[in-house]
């Protein structure tokens, strides 16, 4: 049996109010040829895939706060359980407001700074790679990709040894930058603590992300950068056997 | 709920707000609009939620840890937010199952 013969396969998780499921099953299926799953929430049989995908909307209304009504839903039960596991999660947009809410990544989405609704393709700076094989392998430290956000409240906090943890750990792996992967202020587009765009967990299985990779995977919607993270997850995946034997 | 327990209905008033040093900008706005509309003195206004939950407890010190348990599971998020409440006494009530 030959590893490369498995298609991968992600399990999609629906919350009442998501709106990037189909996005992000677009790419898998119809982009890259793989398998997706769309799992409601309440459901708590993820049906062994090989990553979960937390995608972006507006769980629950976004009520009381981004994600905190999402985080007891039955559903993530099985996601805190496979992440434990160490099977690579991803939360994009909302779904990073879900993980912080679930604690399961470390800070908090707040209010843009600005107040305003931001839809746009913004730089971002990779930053440590290596912290997430899994999501980042195909991208290089220090390279200044494209992704489009779409958020009110993106804006990350943490305390200051929160933040101080995460950096000396690798663990931002994304900065809102310039073309020229600077930080400013003009770059920023939510007031994020430290220009913080994405994070991962300590084993770096667990990325959030208020970007959108699923909204930048095809040329003729303006950019493929976002396919490079799915291709990392391929490529890590080809070199898991256990993950690949888990499903055959 | 025990058969026979007389509970009482509580009324609580519970405020959420953002920890001080969270910068707050729908705060900062409506104070800027304040001050644009003349309330010059007007030097911080800082925004939250108020959330009215109507419930049965037995007595006040269960009706407190109720409250506390809400706060710190769903109501307010210890990252960046602050809860704190009030409490009133709404009505006995005869909800319980004789048993």
């Not at chain 1, 094989?133 to 991208?139: E, F, N, V």
């Not at chain 2, 309330?39 to 109720?66: H, M, N, P, Q, T």
Request: charged share 25%; aromatic share 6%.
């Amino acid at each position: 049996m030959t590893l490369l013969a498995a298609r991968p396969r992600i399990a999609v998780v629906v919350f009442p109010g998501t709106w990037s499921e189909r996005d992000f099953a677009h790419v898998a299926e119809s982009v890259l040829g793989w398998e997706a799953d769309l799992v409601w929430h309440t459901d708590t049989d993820l049906r062994r895939p090989d990553a979960v995908v937390l995608p972006g909307g507006f769980a629950h209304g976004d009520h009381l706060r981004t994600g905190a009504i999402a985080r007891f839903s039955p559903v993530m039960r099985s996601v805190a359980d496979f992440a434990e596991a160490g099977g690579p999660v991803i939360g994009s947009c909302n779904g990073f407001q879900v993980l912080t809410e679930a604690g399961l990544l470390p800070g908090v989405l707040l209010r843009n700074d600005h107040l305003e609704y931001r839809c746009d393709w913004q730089w971002l700076r990779v930053e440590r790679p290596s912290s997430s094989r899994a999501w980042l392998g195909d991208l290089a430290d220090g390279e200044v990709i494209r992704l489009p956000i779409s958020h009110g409240e993106g804006r990350y906090v943490a305390d200051a040894e929160t933040l101080d943890a995460l950096e000396s750990g690798g663990r931002v792996v994304l900065r809102y930058a310039d073309e020229a992967g600077a930080r400013t202020d003009a770059a920023n587009p939510n007031g994020s603590e430290r220009a913080i765009a994405g994070i991962v967990n300590e084993r770096g299985n667990v990325l959030g992300l208020m970007p959108h990779p699923e909204r930048a995977a095809e040329a003729e919607v303006g950019g493929t950068d976002g396919l490079r993270l799915f291709r990392s997850l391929e490529a890590w995946l080809r070199e898991q056997p256990a993950a690949v034997e888990r499903r055959l | 709920m025990g058969g026979g327990v007389l509970t009482v209905r509580w009324l609580a008033e519970v405020r959420v707000g953002l920890r001080p040093g969270i910068a707050d900008p729908e705060g900062q706005t409506v104070a800027s609009a304040l001050r644009s509309l003349g309330y010059s003195s007007v030097s911080e206004v800082r925004s939250g939620k108020l959330l009215r939950i109507g419930f049965e407890a037995d007595d006040r010190d269960a009706a407190e840890a109720a409250l506390g348990d809400m706060c710190r599971r769903l109501l307010a998020n210890p990252v960046m937010e602050v809860a704190t409440w009030e409490l009133a006494t709404a009505e006995p009530s005869r909800a319980e199952v004789p048993g």
